[in-house]
């Protein structure tokens, strides 16, 4: 029969002893009061209104995420497959490698680069696994803040996604943005924007969306991809690629690829970010991947324990279930 557990109380301290330690405790003076009391974001209060609102018809368009018609993040049937099988196979809840599930790795930047990329076949694709999309830019600007030896501005396009400003600045870099889209004609304004890119230093870094870019879903074409590679590899650009709709954006997961690929092929040494928060539906369970390429075997090494050093003091290492659940779709 088990024990029960023994119940450990403090009430028979005896008072004089409580009263002595009570009177001293002095205080000291520290106080949060000079911070300032940051506004609510607008979409996040949007986003409580919704959810408050009783009409019957209603639509949420304040956040991009899928939902059922009930309102509710659907679990994907292929999630729940890969969960029973996870389940069965009885895995431990042991920590992580530092730099994440070399399965999850594999798959995720094989479904990048292509089943036969070269960099990824010699070991020159470093790459871990990363808290979300979100924490994988974390994790690449800080390793550019600490390690890049080119010019350490970045440019985003104008508009982007609100939290890559507040991402990249809150590792130290300075944040510039180029022209990308033309409200009028709802298109990206390409001619601008390569004007624009012609004029940013050479040896600096640019930010772009890889497909399906966040907020005007309006993406270069083919050819415009080209031009933008060809001329981000002439001014030595670091071109860091967000991808976190891969498959989303034309649904095609190849199709979307495109820029990634074109822009390796082409010869530029670039970071890669990708998310399934979306495409899987695995909001929750922040499966994400940073991928940097790299010149040599030596390089990598170097940037790998780098990386570890990175993660090992942001968070330590990144968490087991999504990315079983991903490698096993
Ligand atoms: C452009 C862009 N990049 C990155 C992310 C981050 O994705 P995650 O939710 O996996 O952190 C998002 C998410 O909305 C996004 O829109």
Redesign the pocket.
């Known amino acids: 029969m088990e024990k029960p557990f023994r119940m450990i109380v403090w009430n028979k301290i005896p008072s004089h002893l409580y009263n002595i330690h009570h009177t001293m405790i002095t205080r000291n003076t520290i106080t949060w009061k000079e911070m300032t009391l940051l506004r609510t974001d607008a979409d996040v209060l949007l986003q409580n209104e919704f959810k408050q609102c009783k009409a019957k018809k209603k639509v949420n368009l304040t956040i ?1 995420i899928y939902q059922d018609d009930t309102g509710t993040v659907a679990t994907l049937a292929s999630i729940q497959k890969a969960e029973k099988l996870i389940h069965a196979m009885n895995v431990n809840k042991e920590y992580a490698p530092i730099l994440g599930d070399p399965k999850f790795i594999a798959s995720s930047v094989k479904l990048a680069l292509g089943e036969d990329n070269e960099y990824f076949k010699n070991g020159m694709a470093v790459s871990l696994q990363t808290l ?4 994988a ?1 974390r994790v690449g600007f800080t390793l550019i803040k600490k390690f890049y030896n080119g010019k350490k501005i970045v440019f985003i396009p104008n508009p982007s ?1 609100k939290f ?1 400003e507040r991402i990249i600045r809150s590792t130290g870099l300075e944040v510039s943005t180029y022209k990308y889209y033309d409200p009028m004609a709802k298109d990206v304004d390409f001619n601008s924007m390569i004007d624009d890119i012609k004029k940013m230093p050479d040896n600096s870094i640019i930010l772009c ?1 890889a497909c399906g870019h ?1 907020p005007t879903g309006m993406d270069p074409n083919k050819k415009q991809w080209a031009e933008i590679s060809t001329l981000i590899k002439a001014k030595n650009i670091l071109a860091v690629l ?1 991808m ?1 709709v891969q498959g989303l954006a034309s649904g095609d997961p190849e199709r979307d690829a495109y820029a990634v690929r074109k822009f390796v092929a082409d010869g530029n040494k670039i970071m890669f ?1 990708l ?1 399934f ?1 979306r495409s899987m539906c695995l ?1 929750g369970e ?1 499966p ?1 991947c940073l991928c940097i390429l790299v010149n040599s075997k030596d390089e990598a090494a170097k940037l790998s324990s780098q990386l570890k050093m990175i993660v090992r003091s942001l968070y330590s290492n990144p968490p087991v279930n999504g990315s079983r659940i991903v490698a096993r779709n």
Do not use: A
């Open positions: 991009d979300g999309g979100s924490g830019l996604w890559h969306n966040d967000d976190p970010t998310s928060s909001y922040r994400g």
